[in-house]
C-alpha cells in the first residue's frame, strides 16, 4: 500500500489541525492503520492507531482527549484531528499501516511495514 499525508501547517496553541493520509489499493480495509510523528532530533513515537473497521483505537498518554484518529473505507483514507495543539506537538507526522493483526493494539513502528511521506505540523507558542 502507498501512502500519502496531507493537511499539515502552522497553527498557533490551542489550534487544531486534520491531517489526512490517502492510501492506494482495494484492499485498504485490511490494514490497520497508524500515526507516528517525529520532533526534531528525536526518534519517532507512536501517536495514535485504528484497527480495520475503525471501530477500535488506541493513543499515546500525551494526546488522549486531544486527538481523534479515524478512517474512511470508502474513501480509503484515516485522519487525526489535532485539537488543543501544543508547542510540544510540533513534529513531522507519519501515517503507516500493517496487514498484520499483530498490530492491533501496537505502538511499535517496527510493526507497521508501510509509511507515508510525512506531514510537517508546526505550533507556536
Known amino acids: 500500500v502507498q501512502l500519502q499525508a496531507s493537511g499539515g501547517g502552522l497553527v498557533q496553541a490551542g489550534g487544531s489541525l486534520r491531517l489526512s493520509c490517502a492510501a492506494s489499493?482495494?484492499?485498504?480495509?485490511?490494514?490497520?492503520m497508524g500515526w507516528f510523528r517525529q520532533a526534531p532530533g528525536k526518534e519517532r513515537e507512536f501517536v495514535a492507531g485504528?484497527?480495520?473497521?475503525?471501530?477500535?483505537?488506541w493513543y499515546t498518554d500525551s494526546v488522549k482527549g486531544r486527538f481523534t484518529i479515524s478512517r474512511d473505507n470508502a474513501k480509503n483514507t484515516v485522519y487525526l484531528q489535532a485539537n488543543s495543539l501544543q508547542p510540544e506537538d510540533t513534529a513531522v507526522y507519519y501515517c503507516?499501516?500493517?496487514?498484520?493483526?499483530?498490530?492491533?493494539?501496537?505502538?511499535?513502528?517496527?510493526?507497521?511495514?508501510?509509511w507515508g511521506q510525512g506531514t510537517l505540523v508546526t505550533v507556536s507558542s
Open positions: 489499493g482495494r484492499t485498504f480495509s485490511s490494514y490497520i
Open positions: 503507516a499501516a500493517s496487514s498484520s493483526r499483530r498490530s492491533y493494539g501496537s505502538t511499535s513502528r517496527t510493526d507497521f511495514g508501510s
Open positions: 485504528i484497527e480495520w473497521s475503525g471501530s477500535s483505537s
